[in-house]
């Protein structure tokens, strides 16, 4: 491979590491988020930092000579981590939404297709040589029917799209456009990548697409949050009110007791 483009793909896959790394650090020091949330980012950015560390050990192992049966373990593992984030992005628009995870005909769906896409890529790495094409000196081409391996996994980004129009009046705005900014970017990368072999700009949508959901998200809450807040003090604020109105209802009565007293006496 040419020293530039192992160069470039090398910069682009660090970059997106280290954004990954960003969001980590972000979703475990700031706070705002419930804690659902949270450890779903942190999942997130953790098997993101994982395919990012993958992809680069790839690269690596393009320019030194090793064991062709390890570097295919390398990229089917790469291939996994990547489309994996994909049915994650489904679990956590089910719990915005508070279904059921077990019950949910998408989310079946999604995994359905996803087991079939990695399925696919399995076979393809172990028995057809028209798909992906691996020299001894592990250089990875595509082959003619490469595309072909995307379809499904172009179908979940689509599916979780339609799923998150479909639940869109049990979203906020914010969390609504939040899916939104997820799942295009990476459908769009995904569907580029079916003629053109550029990995790194699928990497660095989804970190990007990643970093800016986990931006919306964490936003929405804290607004949410806000509003509680404000919910509650208004409420302690009516109680205090109501407080004084039967504190002075009280001093009345005693007062005219009082004086219906010292008429009785007279």
Known sequence: MNAGIIFFNSSISGAALLLSAMGLWFTAVIPGLDRWS????????????????????????????VSNTVFCIL???????LTLLLPMLTVYLLHCCNESLRSSKLLRVVFSVWAVSFALFVSAFL???????????????????YPFLLIPIIMIPLLNLAGTIKRRNRLSHKTFLAFLIAILPIGVALI??????????????????????????????????????????????????????IAEKQREIALQQREIAKETLI
């Open 38 to 65: 949270r450890h779903f980012f942190m999942s997130y950015f953790f098997v993101f930092m994982l395919c990012c560390l993958s992809g680069i050990l790839e690269i690596v192992f393009q320019s030194y000579i």
């Open 75 to 81: 990229l089917l593992l790469e291939n996994l981590l």
């Open 127 to 145: 028995f057809f040589d028209g798909f992906i094409c691996i020299t001894p000196e592990n250089q990875y081409y595509r082959g003619p029917l």
């Open 192 to 245: 580029v990548h079916l003629f053109v072999d550029f990995y790194p700009l699928v990497a660095i949508s989804y970190v990007l697409s990643a970093l800016a959901m986990y931006s919306l998200i964490l936003s929405d809450q804290i607004e949410q949050d806000r509003r509680h807040q404000q919910r509650i003090i208004l409420q302690e604020r009516e109680i205090i009110l109501q407080e004084r109105e």
